[in-house]
């Protein structure tokens, strides 16, 4: 036997998760992206070694992709942060 479902709306019920203030949202946030800001210096970093080396062509397009990399970062950062205010 099927029950009927009601097309009442539930009142919400209150999770067991906090929220987090803004404050504690940012400090993760900055967190995170510290990360993503080595792993583009660090391939950055690896480009400029190969370039040095006397691989020129290979350091130049490490480099590229690094700041590259960067930049999709910093519009990800922008685009997050005009979203949460």
Same mark, same amino acid.
């Given at each position: 036997?099927?029950?009927?479902?009601?097309?009442?709306?539930?009142?919400?019920?209150?999770?067991?998760?906090?929220?987090?203030?803004?404050?504690?949202?940012?400090?993760?946030?900055? +967190?995170?992206?510290?990360?993503? &800001?080595?792993?583009? !210096?660090? %391939?950055?970093?690896?480009?400029? /070694?190969?370039?040095? =080396?006397?691989?020129?062509?290979?350091?130049?397009?490490? +480099?590229?992709?690094?700041?590259? &990399?960067?930049?999709? !970062?910093? %519009?990800?950062?922008?685009?997050? /942060?005009?979203?949460? =205010?």
């Amino acid at each position: 036997m099927a029950k009927k479902s009601s097309s009442k709306k539930k009142s919400p019920v209150k999770s067991g998760k906090k929220q987090m203030t803004e404050t504690q949202e940012f400090e993760i946030m900055k +967190l995170v992206l510290d990360k993503f &800001l080595w792993l583009g !210096f660090i %391939v950055m970093g690896f480009g400029m /070694y190969l370039a040095l =080396k006397g691989d020129l062509m290979d350091g130049l397009w490490y +480099l590229l992709s690094g700041a590259v &990399l960067l930049v999709v !970062f910093m %519009v990800v950062i922008i685009k997050e /942060y005009e979203i949460w =205010k």
